[in-house]
Nanobody, 122 residues
Framework: QVRLLESGGGSVQAGGSLSLSCVAS????????MGWYRQVAGKQRELVTE???????NYADSVKGRFTASRDIAKNTVSLQMSSLKPEDTGFYYC????????????????WGQGTQVTVSP
């Protein structure tokens, strides 16, 4: 069984900073990428950042230069440092793992965390 455990988030005024962390707990053999998505009520979930194995970190244009993601492959963790926050960054942030395999030579699947709220007031 695998669970994505998120921490961080909260409320801050515009211009402030928040951080998020996520760990994939349970039996994890490999993960192709880890990252963060966010969703606002009534809208589709959108990519914030994704860090692939051995590849370049991908950021949404709206967060480039303000958000910094990091990943520890050995520990199955991903973090997001958010700075210069704007009210439009408000939303539920979800940790995501792509093609996580619990055992070698098995089919992987994507996992999602339960989400953590980020609220940025003007």
């Amino acid at each position: 069984q695998v669970r994505l455990l998120e921490s961080g988030g909260g409320s801050v005024q515009a211009g402030g900073s928040l951080s998020l962390s996520c760990v994939a707990s349970g039996t994890v053999f490999s993960v192709d990428s880890m990252g963060w998505y966010r969703q606002v009520a009534g809208k589709q979930r959108e990519l914030v950042t994704e860090i692939p194995n051995g590849g370049k970190t991908n950021y949404a244009d709206s967060v480039k230069g303000r958000f910094t993601a990091s990943r520890d492959i050995a520990k199955n963790t991903v973090s997001l440092q958010m700075s210069s926050l704007k009210p439009e960054d408000t939303g539920f942030y979800y940790c995501h793992t792509a093609n996580l395999k619990m055992l070698p030579n098995t089919r992987g699947q994507d996992y999602w965390g339960q989400g953590t709220q980020v609220t940025v007031s003007p």
